[in-house]
């Protein structure tokens, strides 16, 4: 079965299929901060041996600013927001 679309978002930016605006998204990712971000992610699951290696497993920082190994799934899903 074919996904419909709901609405249509007719504002630049958007997903024309889902509606959603993306521009907010590609502004904040873009960002010097968050590009140190994932840099320094992407240096430490290197560093670890999980980058690449389809092992499930990503970098996570803790409260404490730490870098813990955690199951992707778990990492990705924590950081939604909860409504």
Known sequence: M????????????????????????????SSPERKKYRAELNKANRKSGTYGNKDGKDMSHT???????????KNRARNRSKK
């Open 2 to 29: 074919k996904n419909t679309i709901k609405a249509k978002n007719k504002r630049p930016g958007s997903n024309k299929d889902t509606g959603r605006d993306y521009s907010y998204d590609k502004e904040y990712q």
């Open 63 to 73: 409260k404490s600013g730490k870098l813990v190994k955690k199951a992707q799934s």
